[in-house]
């Protein structure tokens, strides 16, 4: 079975900073293209994308301000957040997807002004 389990999700100040962390099991995310998603009041919203060279692509609105990393021996995905503004706030989710694809739970993110 694959499970992937988000957490360090919560309540943040504006302008402050948190790390998500996926952990991956039954799936080895190295193998795998890992990508962080978000819902919002709007669409699902692609937050940052990783393949399997481990190079990273972020979403336009969290350029500069959102990074992907991946760590091989935790087989943990993580997204690091700074600047955090309120249309951030959101369910964050990660998922991993090779011939088929898998998703987290999610991890709600909450913004205070």
């Known amino acids: 079975q694959v499970h992937l389990v988000e957490s360090g999700g919560g309540l943040v100040q504006a302008g402050g900073s948190l790390t998500l962390s996926c952990a991956a099991s039954g799936i080895r995310l190295s193998d795998n293209t890992v990508a962080w998603y978000r819902q919002g009041p709007g669409e699902r919203e692609l937050v940052a994308l990783m393949?399997?060279?481990?190079?990273?692509t972020h979403g336009d609105s969290v350029q500069s301000r959102f990074t992907i990393s991946r760590d091989k021996d935790k087989n943990t995905l993580y997204l690091q957040m700074n600047g955090l503004k309120a249309g951030d706030a959101a369910d964050y989710c990660c998922t991993g997807y090779g011939s088929a694809t898998y998703w987290g739970q999610g991890n709600q993110v909450t913004v205070s002004s």
């Open positions: 393949n399997t060279r481990g190079t990273a």
